[in-house]
């Protein structure tokens, strides 16, 4: 009889501590879609969508200009991926986005004027190559060809940054400065070079993922 009381309480006061600790189930701010070629409401001094969107547009436009890439007898073959395109700067940054985006706008605003190859792709192209030539699939469509395309020209680059804090208020500056350059794949000579360059500064700096 002397216990009752006692597991009243126990009782008790675990639900009024299961009370407390209630998880808050109010609603936050709904997600909103922004234009990716605007500066966001997150911001801080790194690379940023509107920059990667500026500088491949700025890129395309000025890859599209040049005789030797665009206005070839024979369309050359480009290949444009970020195998060669190193990120030394110290903003985290996936550089597939660079050079994805570049290279969709290119194909498309190039209309045969140059012809991509997808290298990243070749294991895949050679697997369906081993297939067909084994009689495992049949030949599908298109011609046999002798072997996959190789390039004439492929995508180089380097993105680098310097950073300066002012210990008194805190803030911080970036430079960030990206390199682009397209390297003839039988002479190493480079053909094209462009560079997009550019400074922010911000009380604090945000994470990138």
């Known amino acids: 009889m002397r216990r009752l009381p006692a597991l009243a309480f126990v009782t008790f006061a675990g639900l009024a501590l299961a009370a407390c600790q209630s998880v808050d189930n109010t609603a936050g701010s ?19 969508s509107q920059d990667i969107i500026g500088m491949t547009d700025q890129m395309m436009r000025d890859m599209l200009s040049q005789p030797r890439l665009a206005n070839a007898q024979v369309p050359p073959n480009v ?18 986005s660079i050079t994805d985006r570049l290279r969709v706008g290119l194909n498309r605003a190039a209309s045969g004027r140059m012809q991509f190859v997808g290298r990243n792709y070749a294991d895949m192209v050679a697997k369906e190559r081993e297939l067909k030539r084994q009689g495992v699939v049949d030949k599908a469509t298109l011609p046999a060809a002798r072997a996959p395309k190789g390039g004439d020209y492929r995508l180089g680059g380097r993105i680098t940054s310097l950073d300066s804090r002012d210990p008194k208020t805190g803030m911080m500056q970036r430079y960030n400065q990206i390199v682009f350059e ?12 462009g ?11 945000i994470i990138y993922r």
């Open 30 to 48: 709904p997600s909103v879609y922004i234009d990716p070629g605007s500066v966001g409401p997150v911001k801080g001094v790194g690379i940023e």
């Open 195 to 205: 560079i997009y360059e550019f400074a922010k500064a911000a009380q604090d700096d």
């Open 79 to 96: 290949i444009i991926d970020s195998e060669y395109f190193y990120n030394e700067s110290s903003s985290r940054l996936n550089k597939n």
């Open 182 to 193: 397209m390297v003839d794949l039988e002479t190493s000579e480079i053909v094209w070079s």
